[in-house]
C-alpha cells in the first residue's frame, strides 16, 4: 500500500533535516510532519523551535515518540509525511527499554501500510570511534540495523554531508 520511501541519513547537523524539508515541499503533496523527539531541556527545546520555524505554519505536525504507526496508518492517501527522526525514535525505545526487534518490526510494517508517501532522516552512527560504554554500543549497532532496514525498504535513498546530498539509491525528483 505504500505510496514511496524516501530515507535520509546524515551525521549530527549535517543538513539532512532541512534536504528533507524541501523534498516534501517539493513533492507538492499536502505535508505531514511525524516528529518524535521530547525535548526534555532547554537546548531540545530550542532545537525543536528552530524546526517548527523553518517549516512554517504549511505541516500538519504529529508527535509520537514512541508508537509511529497509528499516525503513519492514519495518513491520507497523496500526502507526504516527513518522520524526523528514527535516531531519536529508537533512543526512546532504548530508555523506555522496549524490546527493540519487536518495535521495530511494528515501524517497517507501518512504513508498509502507510498510504502516504514518507521520508523517514536518521543519523548515520557507524563512522565515528567505538564506543566506550555498553550502553552506547548498543544503540550503535541497534541505530546501525535500522538504518540498514530502512535503506533496503527505500525507493530512494540520500546521505547529507556538509548539506549536500549524495544519492546512494535511487533517483531525485
Known amino acids: 500500500m505504500s505510496s514511496g520511501l524516501t530515507f535520509i541519513l546524515g551525521g549530527a547537523a549535517s ?3 532541512e534536504f528533507a524539508e ?9 505535508l505531514h510532519y511525524l516528529a518524535t ?6 537546548e531540545m527545546r530550542q532545537k525543536v523551535d528552530i524546526h517548527r520555524a523553518r517549516r512554517g505554519t504549511d505541516w500538519t505536525t504529529h ?3 514512541l508508537e509511529l504507526a497509528p499516525v503513519l496508518e492514519a495518513l491520507p492517501t497523496g500526502a507526504i509525511c516527513l518522520l524526523d527522526c528514527a535516531t531519536f525514535w529508537l533512543s526512546n525505545h532504548m530508555m523506555a527499554e522496549s524490546d527493540l526487534d519487536a518495535a521495530q518490526s ?21 563512522q565515528g570511534i567505538v564506543p566506550a560504554d555498553a550502553l552506547s ?23 547529507v554531508v556538509a548539506g549536500l546530498p549524495n544519492v546512494l ?3 531525485l525528483p
Open 15 to 17: 543538513g539532512k533535516s
Open 22 to 30: 524541501i523534498l516534501a515541499r517539493t513533492s507538492g503533496k499536502p
Open 37 to 42: 523527539s521530547q525535548p526534555f531541556d532547554h
Open 63 to 65: 508527535e509520537a515518540p
Open 106 to 126: 511494528r515501524l517497517l510494517r507501518a512504513l508498509s501500510d502507510c498510504p502516504a508517501a514518507v521520508i523517514v532522516v536518521s543519523n548515520e552512527v557507524g
Open 137 to 159: 554500543r548498543r544503540f550503535r549497532e541497534a541505530q546501525g540495523r535500522l538504518n540498514i532496514a530502512l535503506a533496503a525498504r527505500a525507493d530512494l535513498v540520500v546521505q
Open 169 to 171: 539509491k535511487g533517483k
